[in-house]
C-alpha cells in the first residue's frame, strides 16, 4: 500500500518541498537577497542588472544545497567569485558567508510572519509508513530543519534528523554528495539498498542515486518531472499519497 519495492525498509524525507511548504519561502529569500547583490553590483560596474530565477535559477543551483553551495553555485554562473568571509559575517557583506547569512535571516522573517504548513498527503504518507513498523529520517540541508518541523507540528513523526547543523558537526558533504543520506541510513541501521530517499531537488535526487539507495521518488511540486528523472528519481510523483495508491 505504499508504493515501495519489498526489500525497503526504511525511509528518508528531504524536507522543504517534500514534507513542508517552505520551498517557495526559500527561493523567494534566494530571489531577495540575489537581486539586492546583482542590482547593486550592476550600478557599480555601469552594467545590466539580470535578476535571480527564482524557478530556473533557484532550481539549478541552489535547492537542496547546503546555503553556502548555493551562494558559490549560482555566483560562478555568474561568472562572480567573492571571498569566503567567517561565519560571523553580518548578512549582506559580499563574502559567500555574509550572502549566505542574509538570505537566513529572510526566510526566518518570512516564516516568524507566515508560519509553516505540512503537505497533508506528505503527512498521511509519512503516518502510513510508521503504521507499517518502518522507522523513518528527516534529511535536509537547512541548519533550520529542527525549527521548521517543530513550526509544522511534525517534529515526533522522525526517528533521525540529519541537517545542515549535523552535517556541519560530522563535517558531510551536502547535496548533491550523498554523505547526508548516507549518515541517515547509517544512523537507522540499514543498508543504503534497503532504504528509500524522498526528495523535491534535482541535488537531491542526484545524492539519492550517488548513494544507491533502494528508491529515489522524486516530487515535482513545480513542473520538472523530467529533470527529476534524468538527475536519478526512479519514480516521480505530484504528492506522496499517489504512492498509496500506485499498488
Not at 91 to 120: F, H, M, Q
Not at 165 to 179: I, M, N, T
Request: glycine share 10%.
Amino acid at each position: 500500500m505504499l508504493g515501495l519495492p519489498d526489500h525497503v525498509r526504511t525511509c528518508l524525507f528531504d524536507l522543504d518541498g517534500v514534507l513542508t511548504r517552505t520551498a517557495k519561502v526559500h527561493a523567494a529569500a534566494w530571489k531577495e537577497m540575489f537581486d539586492d547583490f546583482l542590482r547593486q553590483r550592476a550600478d557599480r560596474e555601469g552594467a545590466a542588472f539580470v535578476p535571480f530565477d527564482a524557478v530556473r535559477d533557484y532550481d539549478e543551483y541552489v535547492d537542496g544545497r547546503p546555503r553556502e553551495d548555493g551562494v558559490r553555485t549560482f555566483l560562478a554562473s555568474r561568472g562572480v567569485e567573492l571571498p569566503e568571509g567567517a561565519p560571523d559575517d553580518p548578512p549582506g557583506r559580499e563574502t559567500v558567508n555574509g550572502l549566505g547569512s542574509r538570505k537566513n535571516d529572510l526566510v526566518l522573517r518570512r516564516i516568524r510572519e507566515d508560519g509553516v504548513e505540512a503537505y497533508e498527503g506528505s503527512v498521511t504518507y509519512v503516518n502510513a509508513v510508521r503504521d507499517a513498523g518502518m522507522r523513518t529520517a528527516v534529511v535536509s540541508s537547512s541548519a533550520n530543519c529542527r525549527d521548521v518541523l517543530a513550526a509544522a507540528g511534525i517534529e515526533n513523526l522522525f526517528d533521525e534528523r540529519v541537517d545542515g547543523v549535523v552535517a556541519h558537526e560530522q563535517r558531510l558533504h551536502g547535496k548533491p554528495a550523498p554523505d547526508t543520506y548516507l549518515a541517515a541510513a547509517r544512523a537507522l541501521g540499514v543498508a543504503p539498498g534497503d532504504a528509500a530517499v524522498f526528495e523535491d531537488a534535482l541535488a537531491g535526487v542526484e545524492a539519492g542515486r550517488a548513494g544507491r539507495f533502494g528508491l529515489v521518488v522524486g516530487v515535482d511540486r513545480t513542473g520538472q518531472a523530467a529533470e527529476l528523472r534524468r538527475h536519478g528519481a526512479d519514480v516521480v510523483v505530484n504528492d506522496l499519497a499517489e504512492l498509496m495508491e500506485s499498488r
